[in-house]
């Protein structure tokens, strides 16, 4: 028979996954991004899978193309358009996707205003995305139960087809709230089927979050003086108890503030300041906070 | 008669692997790629259709070879043409253009000579299929 592989030719698993660079992405991944452990999980799972897959290609062994599209749920904030950017890159290293782009999409770049709208704006966002991946945010939005005529069904119709028919030509993720997404999917029961991985972002810990900020500052040039980290995981402790609470993006705010008051206190106390002292946050400018006095609603001081 | 013209008139027809990888080089030099039909084809008719608007902002030539395929859909027995518009200054122009669809039967033109003053001779051509109305030269 012609069709049995060489069984006895060896291949060397761990030349091509060096040779596909996922590692080091992955890695990247685990330095870059703080916790989103069951998340990092199944990255790596989806890119063995696909390593396997096209060792499995080079055999001649029959392979159907694994579907890759995803939805990611989790609360604001989360990461999961941080991620969906690594997909990209992921999928593109393995050879999954042709280009490795991402093009983030909303309600508004898809569904149009008037009859006869929507196609043309649908089929141009997903022909800008194809040999990449499309990230479609609060992907809800498109279907709006209470107007029967609402026209993001047309643009629900359209993605599902090129989901099912151009499986090669382009990846679709889906990103949202989880409850809403499940009440989605509960309406819209062909996007649920045509989904191969739902992954949930879970929240981040207190010292997850710590970790972030002491990343950001990293990245910026800043850093904590010993007060100033105890001061701040005060101030986590207490920001997530109050509304509005957006994880990861909640920190970055709470960092830009911090600069904005650093900057505030250095300026006003004038003089001559060293390259330390410009880098470093001190307690003072994080116990400034509101979030100290009752959080948003006490008062109208930052 | 086979009618050629553009960057690759010297080339048997491209198949649509060709066709795919010279759209992907066109994007990949950043050349933003529009598809255009006609049933007129006189050499110089610079006037073909549209076939919706030009592609911007593509990275994949998949988006492209969707559009050609609907275009040839739709008129499966009409010249299909590729362009790609080089945008740079200095350049700005059509960097490349070429056929990806033609009629089954092309029954190519008519050369016509007039005869004026002096025993001089004027060319013409023109093409046998321009001899019906638009839309049902090539059925």
Same mark, same amino acid.
């Given at each position: 028979m012609d069709q049995t592989p060489a069984t006895d030719s060896l291949i060397d698993l761990d030349e091509m996954y060096r040779e596909s660079n996922v590692q080091e992405i992955l890695d990247e991944l685990d330095r &870059? @991004?703080?916790g989103l452990k069951p998340v990092k %999980?199944? @990255?790596? &799972?989806?890119?063995a899978l696909l390593l396997v897959t096209r060792l499995r290609e080079n055999l001649g062994l029959s392979t159907e193309r694994p579907s890759l599209h995803m939805s $990611?749920? %989790?609360h604001p904030g989360t990461g999961k358009t941080t991620v969906a950017l690594r997909m990209a890159k992921i999928l593109h290293h393995v050879g999954y996707v042709r280009r490795g782009h991402l093009v983030v999409a909303t309600r508004d770049d898809l569904v149009g205003q008037y009859v006869g709208h929507t196609a043309p704006k649908t089929k141009e966002v997903l022909k800008k995305a194809m040999g990449g991946v499309l990230f479609i945010d609060e992907a809800y939005y498109l279907y709006r139960p209470e107007n029967e005529r609402d026209y993001g069904q047309e643009a629900i119709e359209m993605l599902l087809q090129v989901m099912e028919n151009q499986r090669e030509d382009l990846v679709v993720i889906l990103a949202g709230y989880k409850d809403r997404m499940d009440t989605f999917f509960q309406s819209n029961p062909g996007f649920h089927s045509r989904i191969a991985h739902h992954l949930d972002f879970p929240d981040y810990e207190l010292d997850e979050l710590m970790a972030i900020a002491e990343l950001m500052l990293q990245q910026q040039?800043?850093?904590f003086d010993a007060a100033a980290r105890q001061a701040f995981a005060e101030y986590l402790a207490l920001r997530v108890t109050q509304p509005h609470f957006a994880n990861a /993006?909640?920190?970055r705010n709470a960092i830009d503030r911090l600069k904005l008051r650093q900057a505030n206190r250095l300026l006003a106390q004038g003089g001559r300041i060293s390259a330390e002292e410009l880098t470093r946050i001190d307690a003072a400018d994080i116990r400034a906070s509101r979030v100290f006095r009752g959080g948003l609603d006490s008062d109208d001081g930052a | 008669m086979r009618i050629t013209q553009g960057t690759f008139s010297f080339l048997p027809d491209l198949t649509d692997e060709q066709i795919t990888a010279q759209v992907?080089?066109? @994007? *990949?030099? *950043?050349?933003?790629?529009?598809?255009e039909y006609t049933d007129d084809p006189h050499p110089r008719n610079v006037y073909w259709d549209m076939w919706g608007m030009p592609l911007f902002d593509l990275k994949d030539a998949a988006g492209v070879m969707t559009e050609i395929n609907a275009c040839r859909a739709a008129f499966p027995n009409q010249y299909i043409r590729v362009n790609g518009y080089d945008r740079r200054l200095g350049?700005?122009?059509?960097?490349?253009? $070429?056929?990806v669809n033609r009629p089954k039967q092309e029954p190519g033109f008519y050369l016509e000579r007039q005869e004026v003053a002096d025993r001089q001779v004027r060319y013409t051509l023109r093409p046998y299929a321009a001899d019906?109305?638009?839309?049902? /030269?090539?059925e």
């Open positions: &870059e @991004l703080v %999980g199944r @990255l790596h &799972e989806i890119a $990611f749920t %989790g040039r800043y850093h /993006r909640s920190v | 992907q080089y066109c @994007l *990949d030099n *950043d050349w933003p790629v529009s598809v350049r700005q122009t059509t960097a490349i253009s $070429f056929i019906k109305p638009g839309g049902q /030269r090539y």
